[in-house]
């Protein structure tokens, strides 16, 4: 049995490190207490606002310091636990660079709690940053970025969810509507209506099309499944990397898999796939795919079977078939998920920790996008491992039955246990020029 990773050296808690840092403040080493409005509105602003402002899906706005004020003690614990903002990659291990790293510094982490503990003073209003311009949420997110609404529009038909009701899967085959190929940049997916969210948990979209000489799957055999985007809370879409896209064809069609639960009331609503397009006299050289990495302990790739009253640990591989690059990692799993590592055994039987969630949360199914230059490169013939654990024991908070035995499936109260892993595939040539480019770039700054 593969135990956790260990961070080396000393391990500081959540306690150890709001005491070491009252501490300090005791001490008089951090200077003047912190305000509201020169100090903690900026981090706010940059870290939490995303989610909670006025009509957004945080359950308070922490727009203003009266909106503040109410949720001090509620702020002070979850911050000094690092349970906000949700990020939940293990800080000692692995990859660390991320573009849509949501986590606080050691820094702000630390202004925010001597704010606190400081006695909240609000400060002067004319320190205060200039509003945030939101996006409409009715909007596409990346509209501005490209100039426009999404050049495609895939929709599936309108569903009614009963107010009580059992966890419903929709599923829908769609035609795009595409008469020439055309090579995607950027995609999105959403609930048709700020409603719809409420019962949308998450959503899958596969790519079903016909090329010559690949599979009806729409992906060459050697590379996988074609799943062209899947969505969930704390997730907004994905972005290509320069030089880098997904290649649509003529007659394709969108698979959805949308998972609908019941919130009391009867909603009625849609699913939007959005997709940006390059430029048709814009060719990106390399193919990206968005795969799954499946750990089981079950003799079937995507199955899992859980004891009651155990910690469960499984474990599955995907081999790259050709060089590639890692762009993202995001875990996958349901209430009983408790953490999940990512590596990758090289040719040479070297062992790379690529990303560690040691703290998987169900309600935040987040999307660890690497940064440009930490992107890991691994050459053909790298194998992708992938541990997960499970905690079906009652000291797991969110685990509805410690004595029930858990098997795969899709409800809620069932588990799963893989890794949405989006890749880009690059020639041996490619890559070792990729290779031979970070190292000179690291060389020159080092």
Known sequence: MQREPRSWGVSVGPLALTLLLLARGEAGAQGPVPTFAKDVAPIFQAKCEACHRPN???????VSFDEVRPWIRSIRARVAARQMPPWHIDRTIGIQQFKDDRSLTDAQLDTVLRWI????????????????HWPDETKWSFAEMFGGPPDLVVQTPPYTMPALAQDVWFRRVVATGLTEPRWVRAIEVRPLTTRGRRIVHHVTAQLDQDEPGVSAGGQAPSIGPAYFMEWAVGKQGEIMRPNSGKLMVPGSRIVFSVHYHAVGEEITDAVELGVYFYPKDQQPK?????????????GRPEFVDIRPNSVSVTQGVRLMPQAGRIESFQPHMHLRGKAMLMEAILPDNTVRVLSYVSDFNFNWMTNYIYADEAAPLVPKG????????????AANKNNPDPEQWVGHGDRTVDEMAHAWVNITYLSDADYAAEVARRRAAHDKTH
């Open 56 to 62: 957004s899906i945080g359950p308070m706005s922490l």
């Open 117 to 132: 503990d400081g006695g909240a003073p609000r400060g002067d209003a004319k320190d205060l940053p200039s509003p945030k």
């Open 286 to 298: 390399h193919r990206q795919h968005l795969v799954s990495v499946y750990a089981s302990n079950s």
């Open 382 to 393: 790298t194998l992708l491992r992938v541990t997960a654990w499970h905690d079906n024991t």
